[in-house]
């Protein structure tokens, strides 16, 4: 069973930058497609950003050119480098692993959702 958990998030002014790293116990990731999404308080979770088996990267529109994901396979780990942050980028932020990378990511393709971390941006 791969098991995800999220971390690194915290309390943040408008304008700063948190690093959110997403690690695995029981699974290589470097096998899978590994995404970041977020859910704010009674929103669905959206998707963010994904990352492919060959480093191929997608962003959502809201967060491109402020985002970046990457993977460190030696340390089974996918950072989210998050910059410019906006009291709108306010959520709990997951990740979760899915087989296939696709044009049109959806939340239910993928799965092992961590308990998530908290990304909190005041003004």
């Known amino acids: 069973q791969v098991l995800l958990k999220e971390s690194g998030g915290g309390l943040v002014q408008a304008g700063g930058s948190l690093r959110l790293s997403c690690t695995s116990s029981g699974r290589t990731l470097s096998s899978y497609v590994v995404g970041w999404f977020r859910q704010a308080s009674g929103q669905e979770r959206e998707f963010v950003s994904q990352i492919g088996h060959d480093y191929r990267t997608d962003y959502a529109d809201p967060v491109k050119g402020r985002f970046t994901i990457s993977r460190v396979n030696a340390k089974n780990t996918v950072y989210l480098q998050m910059s410019s942050l906006k009291p709108e980028d306010t959520a709990v932020y997951f990740c979760?692993?899915?087989?296939?990378?696709?044009?049109?990511?959806?939340?239910?393709?993928?799965?092992?959702w961590g308990q998530g971390t908290q990304v909190t941006v005041s003004s």
């Open positions: 979760g692993i899915t087989s296939r990378f696709t044009t049109i990511p959806d939340v239910v393709d993928f799965g092992a």
